[in-house]
């Protein structure tokens, strides 16, 4: 079994900062590209950023330059710090993985529960 489990959220005010952190647990072979998504209320899901096994990242427009995401492959966790807060940032956000459980195994998708934050104005 293969566990995502994200921590960090909460309730900050607009210009703040959280950091939020996904870590991976279980049978795991290897860890590919790990990404960040969101939802807010009534909206779709979508990509806030992603990192590939080797460090690459790419983000969405609406967070370039505020949320930096990082990885540390040792500890099967990844991170993302999150500046200058917006009220349009609070969202659950959910930690999403590329894994192969064994060498034999397939790659599979895995999701974590998510994690609320929430932006005041």
């Known amino acids: 079994q293969v566990k995502l489990v994200e921590s960090g959220g909460g309730l900050v005010q607009a210009g703040g900062s959280l950091r939020l952190s996904c870590a991976a647990s279980g049978r795991i072979f290897r860890i590919n590209c790990m990404r960040w998504y969101r939802q807010a209320p009534g909206k779709q899901r979508e990509l806030v950023a992603d990192?590939?096994?080797?460090?690459?990242?790419n983000y969405a427009d609406s967070v370039k330059g505020r949320f930096t995401i990082s990885r540390e492959n040792g500890k099967n966790t990844i991170y993302l710090q999150m500046n200058s807060l917006k009220p349009e940032d609070t969202a659950v956000y959910f930690c999403?993985?590329?894994?192969?459980?064994?060498?034999?195994?397939?790659?599979?998708?895995?999701w974590g529960q998510g994690t609320q934050v929430t932006v005041s104005s």
């Open positions: 990192i590939s096994s080797g460090g690459s990242t």
């Open positions: 999403n993985a590329d894994i192969k459980p064994g060498p034999l195994l397939k790659e599979y998708d895995y």
